[in-house]
């Protein structure tokens, strides 16, 4: 897919290392900007403060 198998064994280690973090570091952030722009709306239809 990202061409990885191409690499030396140590290298897609480290290369599937690197994408694992890129990939968990969009997700906080994007996570982290959906609950801050729904979030109040659904605690107010809730009932919570």
Same mark, same amino acid.
Request: proline share 4%; charged share 10%; net charge negative.
């Given at each position: 897919?990202?061409?990885i198998e191409t @690499? $030396? $064994? +140590? $290298? !897609? &280690? &480290? &290369? !599937?290392?690197?994408l694992v973090l890129a990939e968990s570091i969009v997700l906080y952030v994007g996570y982290g900007a959906l609950t801050q722009a729904v979030g109040? +709306?659904? @605690?107010? +239809? @809730?009932?919570?403060?």
């Open positions: 897919m990202f061409g @690499l $030396s $064994s +140590t $290298s !897609q &280690a &480290a &290369a !599937q290392i690197g109040p +709306t659904v @605690l107010d +239809t @809730l009932g919570g403060e």
